[in-house]
């Protein structure tokens, strides 16, 4: 009895936003979702892993591990409503289990922490796009000077720096003083508008020289090229692009009212996330061939390619720096969602108010955020594994951390929660949450086991 009014104090104190509408919940996970994964990194990670065959893996990882995923972290938030760390805990004593379930949470703080290090030091090159593209250099930039352009730029590690302090500076601020209304705001605008300009770019891309040789990279599967690396890459990328694997979504999931479908709203961030890569890979490519760029180029790609699509276009100069504001603000919706579940967990452990636990917390990943400035400049000779600081973080946080924090969260919720619980969340017992049970039990937790152990050469 105690214990129980316990927990109603604390789901009430916990819940920022009362039951909020299913369109509010779909603002904010779209706003997580939709970012720098979308439009810079698959792209590049894409053109590094060859293309047509890694698309093709992307979309089924998309579609048979990352959904149902997604559709369990959601479950998860809404059942246990507090923060992810807390809810684990809440969750596994009440499903017979034990509050050690916490430490998959926990983990995912940290792993939140690493990606925000990096992704605020991309989104800070984003940012320091905006004024270039205003100034107009890019209008009759060849090939060569947009390569040039961008190296300028992440040699020169003092800008960098301060346009990942700005960054970083607003995801606190914004942190620290509650950020609903803003979300709903930026991202109900945002996100149609990236799309607009993205279709706009697509048709205009029609007509450059390079499209046929673009589109048919991007979906003429050749699969010699496909490695388990790449499809671990394909993985981590699902993952990350929509935001799974630390919680970030269980967050949300907390102030989600009891009356809306999980699997409807599930589907339509996804939907969503995955047509807003793929349209950026429909104009990145094409920009790429007819510029005679390399598209194995890495993380420069969309910041060399993209401002050469606006070339010759009427409005060329605002339309490019109309896209890079908006990246920037699809950035700092996303940043929110990977800085929340340290917050929240610092503030229930340490009785820190918010705003000091936003400072807290951002504060490291401000500083944690030099390995990456250096990584492309002062310490790019610095190899680790093969790969420099930033490769290294990357690949440990997508490649190995979200899948494995996507693995432990659904085995969770698929084994471990009784089946009244989660069909009690799902909308009864009925053939989609059976689909959801048997994808979330078998093909969900083996698919992650078996690409993780083809890509670690275990199968030959
Ligand atoms: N999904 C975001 C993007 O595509 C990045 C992101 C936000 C994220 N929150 C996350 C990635 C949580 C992993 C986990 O830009």
């Not at 705003?355 to 990584?375: D, E, H, N, P, R």
Request: overall charge neutral; aromatic content about 12%.
């Amino acid at each position: 009895m105690v214990k129980q009014e316990e927990n109603g104090k604390e789901r009430r104190s916990f819940l920022l936003g009362h039951g909020s509408t299913r369109l509010g919940f779909i603002l904010a996970v779209t706003g997580s979702a939709v970012g720098l994964g979308n439009i810079w990194k698959f792209p590049y990670i894409a053109g590094q892993n060859g293309g047509g065959a890694f698309v093709l893996v992307y979309l089924a990882c998309v579609a048979l591990i990352a959904l149902p995923v997604l559709m369990s972290e959601i479950l998860i938030g809404r059942r246990g409503r507090r923060s992810p760390v807390a809810t684990m805990a809440l969750l596994g004593e009440e499903e017979g289990s034990s509050r050690r379930w916490q430490w998959v949470a926990i983990v995912a703080v940290f792993a939140g922490i690493l990606i925000l290090s990096y992704y605020s030091v991309v989104a800070g090159w984003t940012l320091a796009y905006v004024p270039k593209a205003l100034s107009g250099i890019f209008r009759d930039a060849s090939a060569q000077d947009a390569v040039l352009i961008f190296k300028a730029l992440t040699d020169d590690w003092q800008s960098v720096a301060v346009a990942h302090t700005v960054f970083m500076a607003a995801t606190i601020a914004l942190i620290a003083r509650g950020y609903e209304r803003f979300v709903e705001k930026a991202v109900s605008f945002v996100v149609p508008a990236l799309l607009l300009l993205l279709i706009l770019l697509a048709v205009r891309g029609m007509s450059s020289s390079g499209f046929a040789e673009g589109i048919s990279y991007l979906f003429k599967p050749d699969f010699s090229m496909l490695t388990w690396r790449s499809v671990l890459h394909a993985l981590g990328q699902a993952f990350f692009s929509l935001s799974l694997g630390i919680g970030a979504v269980m967050a949300y999931g907390a102030y989600l009212s009891n009356q809306t479908s999980i699997t409807k709203t599930a589907s339509a961030v996804v939907v969503a996330d995955t047509a807003i890569a793929v349209l950026a890979a429909i104009v990145i490519f094409p920009a790429v061939f007819t510029n005679g760029l390399n598209p194995a180029d890495g993380p420069g790609l969309v910041f060399v390619a993209l401002p050469l699509a606006f070339h010759e276009m009427a409005g060329g100069v605002f339309f490019a720096t109309s896209f890079f504001v908006l990246l920037s603000f699809a950035a700092l919706t996303s940043a929110l969602g990977l800085l929340e579940p340290g917050v929240a967990w610092v503030v229930e452990h340490s009785g820190r108010t918010r705003s000091q636990a936003a400072m807290l917390v951002g504060g490291v990943i401000w500083a944690t955020g030099f390995a990456t400035i250096f990584s492309f400049n002062e310490l790019a000779g610095f190899r680790l594994f093969g790969g420099t600081l930033f490769e290294n973080i990357d690949y440990l946080t997508s490649n190995i951390l979200l899948p494995l924090g996507g693995f432990f969260i659904t085995v969770f919720a698929a084994w471990v929660m009784c089946r009244n619980s989660t069909a009690d969340e799902l909308g009864g017992a009925g053939n989609i949450y059976r689909l959801w049970r048997f994808f979330s039990r078998w093909v969900v937790p083996v698919g992650i086991l078996v690409i993780c152990a083809g890509a670690s050469g275990v199968i030959a």
